[in-house]
């Protein structure tokens, strides 16, 4: 099973633009999916985005048209490109695999912070 680790957070102003990096410590290349999920304080985790192994994605319907997730199976590293950001987007943001249709995300990274604020 990989392991993963997050990176890319920080702190920026509403209308500001962030990169998220998830570094995988084995291939990648055949995982299922993978995929960023968000923990605002208060609230359950949600699915942010997520990338199938062919390339398909998804988003939330919040971050449609801001957010672009993407994959580089040669540095073993997720990415999510961050623009036009909101104060609700403040958020711990975590990376995580998903094996298979039915299997649940495991592993997850640590997080890292995410927060907008003027």
């Known amino acids: 099973q990989v392991q993963l680790v997050e990176s890319g957070g920080g702190l920026v102003q509403p209308g500001g633009s962030l990169r998220l990096s998830c570094a995988a410590s084995?291939?990648?290349?055949?995982?299922?999916?993978m995929g960023w999920y968000r923990q605002a304080p208060g609230k359950q985790r949600a699915l942010v985005a997520s990338i199938m192994r062919g390339g398909s994605t998804n988003y939330a319907d919040s971050v449609k048209g801001r957010f672009t997730i993407s994959r580089d199976n040669a540095r073993n590293t997720v990415y999510l490109q961050m623009n036009s950001l909101k104060p609700e987007d403040t958020a711990v943001y975590y990376c995580s695999a998903k094996n298979g249709v039915h299997t649940p995300w495991d592993p997850w990274g640590q997080g890292t912070q995410v927060t907008v604020s003027s």
């Open positions: 084995g291939s990648i290349s055949s995982i299922y999916a």
